[in-house]
């Protein structure tokens, strides 16, 4: 959604900060609450496919990310250990790098209807979601290094699927003990908090203050997950929607509590707030109006409010024309 250029509040830009960090915590949860499908893929093909996960680094779209010569020289210079190098060659750059490609790689399978590497993807894609991914763990990061280390090395001989699955076994052995003491390290310095994805200076302290709605949020994600069963991308979408009635709109207004929900207050949020803060188009609107009439069904549906309140939102919402005249 377009923003305006002015800048926005202080107290809303804080606050937008803040909820980045919680943001892939509650996307989890909603996840793992949903039901299992009934097609299940047998754990034998699982884990064949798994072992061939190395195997993508050969598709076009990572070796347009390859790692050069002269940067596996520069760590191997820089590092002496393996796994340190490795660390220090997968730069926050390159993982933004690797995540678009992985995208894209995970569009083109689909559509290829290549299930198998379209799971090695998925796979990858988690891995790298997770709070503490170590790159050096990364099995496409450390078998592209040892892609452009046996450049250097041996530059005349041949550099495939089977010299990197040796060449990945030598790496588990030969570093297993180092690679267990870097990783128990890196989990003990993240126990007790999530590591914020961006730097703490920049972000008071303010800014990490629980909302009044945390809980209610995160009942209302599975309420779309468990009972309606959205699909992802409606669902995120629905739920950024709730947040920013209620982690933005209701935090300015100082409302704290659902007895500050009623028609007046969505109505000054809809045509007023929403539409001086976020500048949206009439689809942006319409959207917005069809989250906050999934949001209002569920708060009627756990009586969390009022029925005759519920009702009196749902006939506002349901006048669409004259939301839009607002734009």
């Not at 399978?109 to 997770?130: C, H, I, N, T």
């Not at 128990?184 to 730097?199: H, I, R, S, V």
């Not at 945390?214 to 947040?243: C, H, I, N, P, R």
């Not at 539409?275 to 109006?289: A, L, W």
Request: with cysteine; net charge negative; hydrophobic share 40%.
């Amino acid at each position: 959604m377009a923003k305006k250029k002015k800048q926005k509040k202080a107290g809303l830009a804080k606050r937008q900060a803040g909820k980045q960090v919680k943001k892939r915590a509650v996307k989890r949860k909603v996840v793992s609450q949903r039901p299992a499908e009934k097609k299940q893929m047998k754990m034998s093909r699982v884990k064949k496919n798994l072992k061939k996960l190395p195997n993508l680094i050969f598709e076009s779209e990572l070796q347009e990310i390859a790692f050069t010569q002269e940067q596996v020289q520069g760590v191997m210079e820089a590092h002496e250990k393996t796994p340190d190098q490795i660390e220090a060659i997968a730069t926050p750059e390159f993982m933004e790098k690797l995540g678009v490609q992985l995208q894209t790689m995970d569009q083109r399978f689909a559509l290829e209807q290549d299930a198998d590497r379209g799971m090695m993807v998925k796979a990858m894609l988690y891995f790298m979601d997770q709070e503490q991914a170590p790159t050096y763990l990364n099995q496409l990061i450390v078998s592209l290094f040892y892609q452009a280390l046996h450049k250097i090395e041996t530059p005349e001989a041949d550099f495939g699927p089977i010299e990197l699955e040796l060449q990945i076994k030598d790496y588990d052995e030969k570093w297993e003990s180092y690679l267990e003491e870097k990783t128990a390290a890196l989990q003990e310095q993240g126990e007790g908090a999530e590591t914020p994805a961006f730097p703490q200076e920049e972000v008071e302290e303010e800014a990490w203050t629980a909302s009044p709605f945390e809980q209610l949020l995160e009942e209302f994600g599975s309420y779309l997950s468990s009972e309606l069963k959205m699909e992802e991308e409606v669902l995120e979408k629905t739920q950024e929607d709730a947040e920013a009635l209620f982690n933005d709109y209701f935090e300015e207004k100082e409302i704290t509590s659902l007895e500050g929900i009623r028609v007046r207050k969505i109505q000054n949020f809809l045509e007023g707030w929403f539409i001086r803060n976020m500048n949206p188009t009439p689809e942006d609107v319409e959207s917005m109006i069809g989250s906050l009439s999934t949001l209002v069904g569920f708060l009627e549906s756990k009586e969390k409010i009022a029925a005759d309140k519920c009702q009196a939102i749902v006939e506002y919402l349901g006048n669409k024309e004259a939301i839009l005249a607002n734009l």
